[in-house]
């Protein structure tokens, strides 16, 4: 292993937890569930980085769909205060918000430099 990979091996947790902050920063909030969620860890292949399943949805976006319940007779949400109780709802779908793509195209190489010059 050269001493450049060994550089990168040492400091790929301090990498992954700068970037979790990074990624914490940037990331849309509505509920505060996505970015509670936002774990990146260091392991031999590289980082992964893990959130809950909608993320996907919010980085890449999602057509128009339709939402019904699973294991209820009804979905039960809140709009402006106010329960509602529906059988479906008609999701108009999702722009992509590339917050993870970004954040690694703009702030991954910066980092890695960083740390491996400590």
């Known amino acids: 292993m050269n001493e450049i990979q060994e550089l ?11 970037m979790q902050n990074e990624l914490m ?7 505060g569930r996505l970015k509670n969620s936002i774990k990146v860890t260091a392991t031999d ?26 294991t ?3 979905l039960k949400f809140k709009i402006d205060k106010k329960i509602i109780f529906a059988k479906k709802v008609r999701h108009p779908g999702n ?6 793509r970004n ?3 703009t702030k ?4 890695i430099i960083e740390e491996i010059s400590r």
């Open 72 to 74: 209820k007779k009804a």
């Open 103 to 105: 954040t690694l195209m």
């Open 8 to 18: 990168l091996n040492k400091a790929m947790p301090d990498i992954a937890r700068r």
């Open 25 to 31: 920063l940037v990331v849309p909030v509505d509920t």
């Open 45 to 70: 292949e590289g980082l992964i980085i893990g959130m809950v399943e909608y993320g996907r949805w919010v980085e890449f976006g999602c057509p128009p769909h339709i939402i019904t319940p699973k």
């Open 108 to 111: 991954l190489k910066n980092i």
């Open 95 to 100: 722009r992509p918000n590339p917050f993870v």
